[in-house]
């Protein structure tokens, strides 16, 4: 989980959480975190869910070996797909202007009650 919202007090921070078949967690994230994921077996499944419907035109990604983040990721050698390969780093993304604003993301989680 990465912070990725332009004037958050944690932007560019991350958290790791261990999601496995055994512990059977859950993850909330609240409007303009960003998520990542390392499957570590051959048959790992993820399910989300989204606020509203998908649109993959709203979706960015953003290096999951970006230096910045510096994210420590619970292997060696990850195999990273084509479009994670290609994806801009935090800076980049910022600089694009793909990010998220916080107080935007805050006034959005506020108004759903």
Excluded: K
């Excluded at 998520?35 to 499944?45: I, K, N, Q």
């Excluded at 979706?59 to 801009?88: C, G």
Aim: glycine fraction near 8%.
């Amino acid at each position: 989980i990465v912070d990725i919202r332009v004037g958050s007090p944690t932007f560019g921070q991350w958290e790791a959480v261990r999601l496995d078949d055994t512990d059977r967690r859950a993850v909330y994230l609240s409007e303009g975190l960003g998520h990542g994921f390392c499957a570590l077996t051959d048959d790992a499944t993820l399910n989300y869910l989204c606020s509203t419907t998908y649109n993959p035109g709203a979706e960015h990604t953003l290096h999951p070996l970006d230096p910045q983040l510096a994210i420590d990721w619970p292997t060696e050698s990850p195999l990273l797909s084509a479009r994670d390969t290609a994806a801009p780093t935090l800076a980049e993304a910022r600089e694009a202007g793909l990010l998220p604003d916080y107080e935007s993301c805050r006034c959005y989680t506020s108004s759903l009650g």
